[in-house]
């Protein structure tokens, strides 16, 4: 790959990348999320939304031809297989079937001479040889004749691998963390035949958060960040460590930590306790997770995707199924009840911004407003000695204009309708409702996901000096810990849906990374 | 010249952008059925007054979806619903004995109860089937009324005027209302025109009616509860989110609606001077869905503005079509105008769906 760049709408997420694969080689890939690994993937794999989002620029090369391919299917003739995180398979079909989904061997019939060649019969002894030389190749045992559904979740991924190198014209293997749903043995396994294949010349590209992983199967090691090839080393010559520190830090040593870390902040009473959370948040389940905040401080928690660390504050907010007991300010919160979280002046600003944060089809000053009226019946005038509760508009305009004005946030007037502003722009009339509840405590979910660099500092400076002027305690979520360390007094590392320690944000990167990876499930 | 060309251009889709084509391409219909009509020999003044009574009679069945799309259950193809919570208590306040306008208040009155318990039956129905509302809402609608036809039977009803002439069970297939509230409200301050010699007669009282009614909505739309009705509608997840019950939230939208029909269709009669029953009220979610879509709603955004424009283009297109086509080509096609108009809308609002929001 040479001089790849991308980006969506405006918002470089690739900036030159450069690497070399030869045949038989394994590369292990890795990154913090948001690094861009998956999007490079899906360029080489031809993958729509990169054509729908306008393409990307320089050139892929394979085995010195430039190729460019428009859809997953112009990849696959050219000989790259993908095994995706998400499971594709038919899961009534048998291991077979799935492997040779619509390339099964074939054979004429009667009704087939006459009707044409979509009536053949299958070739069902072909296809068990052809199956299992596929397994064979890998050199793990899964019974083939198994149906999907009844496997157990190791062999299912063994058998998308399996799918991809029944291909004749396999040349290169791309794994998007195939080891993430796999126990430990099976993880083996699976290293012993990303080693077989490479002895039989496949190249292999391996993503993976498991970074030993890396070291024991890899050639060679390829680090992003930020859209950057950070580093490119024979696997041999690195260690866990080394990898560690090209992942997270961007000058290891020499980054600042928080401006101001608060001092006093070690005896402060602590103002929400978390003991024993669960929450059952699809791609982000929360465990087991005690934690205490103290009051007045900005609290980070950080960690890798799907982790869990999203979790905690939908959990505690009542927006996913959770259990266990929240403490705050000395009386019990009790959970799945957004509405009582929210009376006792606790707020949330959400990671999902257009799906959850925003009322995109309405205005700016409904959106500022809407939960300030709804929960403490602010901006509201009351009619018949408050029977009825008029809505009261100059109110509404008055605080969205502050906030417009004190957030820079750039619309055509406060009307306008929260589908039309940019996605940092959308962050700070998410942020500017908040605000408008004054809550004692706030939750802020990864508050620059998809904001360029400029609107990053401005929403985090917001944060910062909500914090510090009002006293409001602020919890924030974030997968870049650059950011949380800039910002957070303390940060909690969640790994494996529970807390694997909280460091000052003083620490060093590295040992935030090894928190990171301490407890991947 | 080819400036001027391009800016009539650009002003012309803004037209079309903030009026909606469909819209104009029906009100461009409809000016020109009443340019026609003196040429083809109808009396102007009274098409519009068939225009305004046709108007009165059904605005309210169409105000009755506002609530509903503003809670983004979609559009009420259920109102049959409400349609017989206010049969019901017609029927009811005739048997009971009341008379003249009397028997209006308590056909309201009676017709509320009901309206609560089928709105608040089939709002729970519709929480449990987010996402597919309008179809569901179109069985309910279908399969109430099949229900309620056996139910006319059934109920002993007694009062001669209102029951079948021979056997005396069971209720008639119509009835008439002028002993009862046949135009208790278009005779309330009607302007009739007739003895200075022109056909004009204006239902005020039905149209003061509706202006209240419409006003309500527009005032419960600016309340605390109504802003967070348009929230859920806008997006549930936000609603819950800032704490909102959404799914009381939409049982009250649901029943709202619902009184809206048992209210709409009692004024319906009062102005037609008839009750229908058994099959009819299958016949009255269409003209009122196709109605407020036509007046610009989308499935899950109108306003009050959107029923009244809606509401006088397509009775105005149902009124003026066999008329003027009878008397200018001799064949009744106003029936299949109306039905192309009613369900061509309706496909067109569907397909736009996604859009709806803008």
């Known amino acids: ?521 | 010249m080819d400036k001027s060309e391009r800016l009539q251009q650009t002003r012309l889709s803004q037209l079309v952008n903030t009026f909606g084509l469909p819209r104009l391409i029906i009100a461009g219909f409809l000016l020109f059925l009443f340019i026609v009509a003196p040429i083809a020999g109808a009396d102007l003044p009274t098409q519009i007054t068939n225009v305004f009574n046709r108007f009165s009679w059904n605005a309210v069945l169409v105000l009755a979806m506002v609530p509903m799309v503003h809670s983004g259950c979609g559009l009420n193809f259920g109102i049959p619903l409400g349609i017989l919570a206010g049969l019901l208590g017609a029927t009811l306040s005739i048997e009971m004995g009341f008379t003249g306008a009397l028997s209006f208040v308590m056909a309201i009155l009676i017709s509320t109860p009901f309206a609560l318990l089928f709105g608040g039956g089939y709002g729970l129905l519709l929480n449990r089937i987010k996402g597919g509302e309008m179809m569901v809402a179109t069985y309910v609608g279908f399969s109430s009324v099949s229900f309620m036809c056996i139910m006319w039977l059934m109920i002993p009803y007694k009062n001669p005027s209102i029951v079948m002439a021979y056997t005396g069970v069971g209720l008639r297939n119509v009835f008439s209302l002028e002993n009862f509230y046949a135009n208790v409200l278009s005779d309330f301050l009607k302007i009739d025109l007739n003895p200075i010699g022109i056909n004009l007669v204006i239902p005020t009282g039905s149209l003061l009616f509706f202006a209240l009614l419409a006003f309500g909505m527009w005032a419960f739309l600016h309340t605390k509860t109504g802003t967070a009705m348009t929230a859920v509608g806008s997006n549930p997840t936000f609603a819950k989110a800032a704490g909102i019950n959404v799914d009381r939230i939409r049982m009250l939208s649901v029943i709202l609606s619902t009184w809206l029909g048992a209210v709409g269709i009692l004024i319906y009669q009062q102005g037609f001077g008839f009750v229908q029953l058994y099959t009819a009220p299958f016949y009255m979610a269409m003209p009122a869905v196709a109605a407020i879509l036509i007046g610009g709603a989308s499935v899950n955004k109108a306003s009050v503005g959107n029923v009244i424009v809606g509401t006088i283009l397509f009775q105005g297109l149902v009124t003026m079509t066999p008329t003027v086509m009878n008397a200018l080509i001799h064949i009744d096609i106003s029936e299949v105008v109306r039905i192309i108009v009613s369900n061509g809308m309706i496909v067109y609002a569907l397909t736009r769906k996604t859009e709806g929001g803008k």
């Open chain 1, 1 to 521: 790959m040479r001089g790849i760049k991308k980006d969506f709408f405006g918002n470089q997420v690739l900036t030159d990348i450069n690497f070399t694969l030869e045949a038989g080689q394994v590369l292990g890939l890795c990154g913090e999320n948001g690094a861009g690994k998956s999007t490079l993937m899906k360029i080489l794999f031809g993958m729509d939304v990169i054509r729908e989002t306008g393409g990307y620029s320089g050139d892929i090369l394979i085995n010195g031809e430039k190729a460019a391919f428009n859809t997953p299917f112009d990849a696959l003739a050219a000989g790259i297989g993908m095994v995706h995180q998400e499971f594709s398979l038919i899961p009534g079909f048998t291991a077979t079937e799935n492997i040779l989904l619509n390339r099964e061997p074939q054979k004429k019939n009667v009704i087939s001479e006459v009707f044409g060649d979509r009536l053949n019969t299958l070739d069902y002894k072909e296809m068990d040889r052809r199956a299992a030389a596929a397994i064979e190749k890998m050199g793990v045992e899964i019974d083939a004749k198994m149906i999907i559904s009844s496997m157990p979740v190791g062999h299912k991924q063994f058998t998308e691998i399996a799918r991809e190198l029944s291909k004749d014209q396999l040349k290169l293997l791309i794994l998007d963390e195939p080891t993430a749903v796999l126990t430990e043995k099976e993880a083996e396994a699976l290293l012993d035949s990303i080693r077989g294949m490479a002895a039989q010349g496949i190249s292999v590209i391996f993503i993976t958060h498991r970074l030993h992983e890396i070291l024991a199967v890899c050639d060679k090691v390829v680090v992003m960040r930020d859209g950057h090839v950070v580093r490119d080393v024979p696997a041999g010559q690195t260690s866990v460590d080394d990898i560690t520190r090209w992942m997270v830090g961007r000058d290891v040593q020499s980054t600042a930590a928080s401006i101001e870390t608060k001092a006093e902040a070690a005896d402060a009473k602590i103002i929400m306790s978390i003991k024993n959370l669960w929450v059952d948040m699809p791609g982000e389940t929360v465990r087991d997770v005690s934690l205490d905040v103290r009051e007045g401080e900005i609290l980070g928690i950080g960690g890798l995707a799907g982790q869990g660390k999203l979790g905690i504050p939908n959990g505690v907010m009542g927006l996913y199924e959770a259990g266990g007991t929240v403490v705050f300010d000395g009386r019990e919160i009790p959970l799945n009840s957004p509405r009582k979280c929210l009376d006792s002046s606790l707020a949330f600003v959400s990671e999902d911004r257009r799906e959850v944060g925003l009322l995109l089809d309405e205005s700016l000053e409904w959106n500022v407003a809407f939960p300030a009226m709804q929960i403490q019946d602010k901006f509201l005038k009351k009619l018949l000695g408050g029977l009825i509760k008029w809505r009261d508009e100059r109110a509404i305009h008055q605080v969205t204009q502050k906030y417009v004005d004190q957030l820079q946030i750039k619309c055509t007037s406060t009307t306008q309708k929260a589908r039309e502003l940019s996605g940092g722009n959308q962050q700070k009339i998410c942020l500017a409702k908040a605000f408008a509840l004054e809550p004692k405590f706030l939750f802020v979910s990864e508050p620059t996901r998809g904001i360029d660099v400029g609107a990053k500092a401005l929403v985090l400076d917001a944060l910062r000096q909500f914090n510090r002027e009002s006293g409001v305690t602020v919890v924030m979520i974030s997968s870049e810990l650059e950011e949380l360390r800039q910002t957070c007094d303390r940060i909690a590392i969640v790994s494996g849906g529970r807390v694997a320690g909280i460091r000052p944000a003083a620490d060093s990167s590295e040992s935030f990374g090894a928190l990171m990876v301490s407890q991947v499930v």
